[in-house]
């Protein structure tokens, strides 16, 4: 937690303070170990980041004068459109997305997905919104990704995403007649990554339809939660 | 599994044949559903990759003809210098540098490692190599990575890495009083990558003194799992 992320529920009727309880107030007694009178990074939901001075700090609850003044990292001009992760991985991945400044992430059904992730209980809404806020803790961000869930391939490729890709360099990481992978992308990417085992030819086939070049980072074949950050330092190096 | 890695006591006495039992066997019967007649990717550790075609499969044993023809990758020229990482990430890190070509891994201690790291299950010799053998499995790789650990930063930076080092460019990721990390090196790396909160700063200073620079990859500070496939897909964009 490089960042403790402030939601509009945690400010008081005194202006500029904010009150916390549950895990930001137990990552900050047992790692921070901060004291009052300390100061901390913090940032608001959508908004910026700045300091918070502790007023208070018991067990039960800490208290921060707050005030932010400079703006949220900016964020990646990519969308990563990823065939759904096994749950296993699927936490990690979000927050590593998240945490590289990926502003819309698809999860988007495919062949080679397995039916049961779609059943798993990490694709709730409470789960989602826990992993994004561990990313953005981590990269000290404040602009929520918009997680957007696929269960259909087909409807989602030919009716959505021309539309969503519009404008923008669009990849699929793919090692079959493909070309490398871009250096530095020339401005917004779509870039999309398929399931263990790969897409099959007939995904490729429509992703090829709606506009996307398959590209290749080489011969070594990566696990999900390496090919991305793989992937994006490569198209962003910032 | 993307390729069966398989080693020296696997072969039988029969030229060109070798007999796998465990957890290659169920990966094989299981995830592969390969029946006899089918060829599999495999790969003798340390040596070429090639064919492997099963001649008969049951639950408890599977024999394959082994011809092997073709190079492994080419490794990544780099020495990940890394403060040893919580056990619960140990594996992934392992597993992530593996497959992405490094062949020398040094864990190292740093006053930010806590000292029960050094006391985790994970660094048995035994399953240092298990992950080391998932990672070129994934990658389809044979060359088994060294990997080293170092309990004593001190003596370690002072008296050997500079040997260790030599004729390559030292970096050190650090986001402090640091260059932008270079896209693409120039030729062999060692990168120096700190615990989570960063070396300290005398531990900067010995580093710096050892030859290292500090070097950054932006504002956002990517966990241990992230920012090294982000960093070697920096350095080494193939």
Redesign the interface.
Known sequence: M?LILLFDDDFTHEPGTARLTGRRLRHVREVHRAEVGDTLTVGRLNGSLGAGTVLSLTKDAMELAVALDAPP?PPLPLTLILALPRPKVLN?VI??AT???VKRLVLLNAVRVEKSFWQSPRLAEENLLAQRVLGLE????TRLPEILLKKRFKPFVEDELPAMARGTEQLAAHPYDAV??P??AKGPVTLAVGPEGGFIPYEMEKLKEAGFQAVS???????V??????????LY??
Chains 1, 2 share one sequence.
Do not use: F, T
């Not at 981590?138 to 961000?141: G, L, N, V």
């Not at 980072?217 to 696990?223: A, D, N, Q, V």
């Open positions: 490089n990292p990690r927050i590593a945490s590289m400044g981590q990269a000290k961000d490398p992978c250096v530095r980072m080489g011969e070594r074949i990566l696990r939660e390496s090919a991305i950050p793989a992937l994006l330092s490569r190096p910032l």
